[in-house]
């Protein structure tokens, strides 16, 4: 079967970012994904849209496969590849497949079947957890070495299968001991090491959902570490430390306190926007939820662009309000250089002859602006290097950037050719305010917002109303109204909540919808609305 190959991959603790290369590599690549609960569906999506996901879904002591099936599954998966001419089969695991994953297992069962596999170790929780919440597993002067023990046994089994005395000693020199999967036995585990001579004011860490902004941590003695936890209803997947490296937490934390850790916060952005968003909420420490409430589609006419397109030459201005506009516009300039846009070399040869290159030639003899710093940064993606960008990112400060541009440079506003590509729908303060100074406009829709599905809005309200959500985002009229829209009659559960809003014309549509703002960024960009959320829940 030397065309296919089963990898064992460990995905490390939770945290996705810990995930070594190798494993990222053949995640992307694999044909078919076997993954089970604590693998977790972040890295689920980050395989190719062919492949075949099957979820195994262990969790605790409530295993939806058991382990012989799942080492059956993998041998029928590998002869089902083979059948239909070979491929990579990637069987996602939590942390290390070697530590307590049991691994082992299925790599002896593709052994016997002569299936040919590889192993990509992970990072383990034991160190990761423990690490991420501010405790070395070893430190100079204090713990010479860490010992690694499954907390999983039945307590009711007659002979234990592991030393108590030799971790009792090692306990007692200043090892550490860290316990996988205990929380069931974690009364059990605090007898067994008292009852051996383990002082009970030994300092124990419980370290639940660790490097994931979920993360919770106790740190108690052992004399109540069980009583405590009971209290805190702290429960499982969690890592249980022993040792007094345990007692370094208090000068050593920083995971938890990011400023914005713990906090829940909704992203209504598109798909394809979120993820520069919510990567920065979530390295702030933020439970992010994406709940998109747009996305973007063609224009009902791309008449009036291509007509633009076609004589791009006449234009003292082109103008862009908002990243979308530069790549929806760039997109059909590339339509008109493969040919899927007819244009009339006789009628136009000027014109013809740069839209054909489908770069940012077509713009040569053009002033461009761009209503923001993020505007900008893609126009420059494109080559182009705007030559107005207001100190305000709203349509009256782009026409004062305009004049003043123009003024500097001898343009004759009342007498410029302007061309505004933007959204089907958008104010018309801008071309109005050109138009006024006497410059003839043509507003070409390069793009409309509309409205998607509304996937999972029952979710969203459960967790509005059980208190779960601190604060929802807007970063645009449209992601406001759209969320109203989807909520359809649940809206007033927004109130349960609080909203942040990008800019001052965002924050009119949600105050004309009748909601309170809770805050709008000072400056109206996606950083700006960042600093206003650490602003509002920074822990520091």
């Known amino acids: 079967m030397s065309n296919v190959c089963v990898y064992l991959v460990g995905s490390g603790p939770g945290d996705p970012g810990l995930m070594t290369v190798r494993g990222a590599e053949l995640l992307a690549a694999a044909d078919i994904l076997i993954y089970d ?7 689920a999506g980050r395989v190719k849209p062919s492949a075949e996901l099957v979820y195994v879904g262990k969790k605790g002591f409530s295993a939806h496969v058991t382990q012989p099936e799942i080492n059956a599954l993998l041998v029928q998966k590998a002869h089902e590849l083979e ?70 046994e039945d307590p009711t089994k007659n002979v234990s299968a592991l030393d108590w005395d030799a971790l009792a000693k090692l306990s007692q020199v200043g090892g550490t001991i ?3 999967m205990g929380m069931r036995n974690l009364e059990l585990i605090a007898r067994q ?35 405590r936890a009971r209290e805190a209803s702290f ?40 993820s520069t968003f919510s990567t920065q909420l979530s390295g702030l420490g933020a439970n992010v939820v994406e709940f998109p409430t747009i996305e973007f589609a063609e224009p009902d006419d791309f008449g ?6 076609a004589h791009i030459e006449r234009y003292d201005w082109v103008v862009f309000t908002s990243v979308n506009g530069v790549d929806a516009f760039f997109g059909r300039l590339a339509a008109f250089a493969r040919g899927d846009v007819p244009c009339d070399a006789s009628a136009v040869p000027a014109a013809t002859a740069r839209c054909l290159r489908g770069d940012a030639r077509a713009l040569a003899d053009a002033r461009v602006a761009a209503i923001g710093p993020a505007t900008a940064a893609r126009l420059r993606d494109y080559g ?5 960008i207001p100190g305000q990112y709203r349509g009256e400060a782009v026409f004062d950037a305009i004049a003043t541009e123009s003024k500097r440079c001898g343009i004759d506003l009342s007498a410029a050719h302007v061309l505004i590509a933007r959204a089907q729908v958008a104010r018309d303060t801008l071309p109005d305010l050109l138009r006024a100074a006497g410059a003839q406009v043509d507003v070409a829709p390069a793009y409309q917002t509309v409205q998607p599905v509304a996937e999972k809005a029952n979710d969203l309200v459960a967790m509005l109303e059980a208190g779960d959500v601190d604060a929802i985002t807007f970063t645009s009229s449209s992601t406001a109204r759209n969320l109203m829209a989807m909520l359809d009659g649940s809206e007033d559960v927004l109130r349960r909540t609080q909203l942040f809003s990008i800019g001052p014309i965002t924050t009119k549509t949600l105050v004309d919808a009748g909601f309170e703002v809770t805050a709008e960024a000072e400056e109206y960009t996606i950083p700006g609305l960042v600093e206003t959320l650490v602003a509002a829940f920074g822990r520091r």
């Open 384 to 388: 182009i290097i705007a030559d107005a």
């Open 235 to 274: 429960g499982a997947p969690a890592i249980i430390l022993v040792g007094p490296v345990a007692g370094l937490r208090d000068q050593m934390r920083w995971f938890e306190d990011r400023p914005l850790f713990g906090r829940t916060i909704v992203v209504t952005r598109s798909r394809s926007q979120a």
């Open 178 to 180: 860290c316990f996988y």
């Open 83 to 152: 059948s239909r001419g070979g491929g990579s089969i990637v069987r996602l695991k939590g942390g290390d497949p070697f530590v307590f994953g049991r691994g082992g297992e299925e790599a002896l069962a593709l052994a016997a079947e002569g299936i040919p596999f590889e192993v990509v170790p992970g990072v383990t929780s034991g160190i990761a957890a423990p690490a991420y919440a501010g405790i070395p597993v070893t430190h100079r002067g204090v713990a010479s070495s860490v010992t690694f023990v499954t907390g999983h």
């Open 193 to 227: 090491l008292k009852d051996r001579g383990v002082s009970p004011d030994t300092p124990v860490a419980l370290v639940r959902w660790g490097t994931t902004n979920a993360q919770q941590t106790l740190v108690a003695c052992l004399d109540d570490v069980a009583q």
């Open 37 to 43: 609960y604590l693998a977790g569906e972040t890295f």
């Open 304 to 309: 009036p662009l291509d007509a633009a397109i």
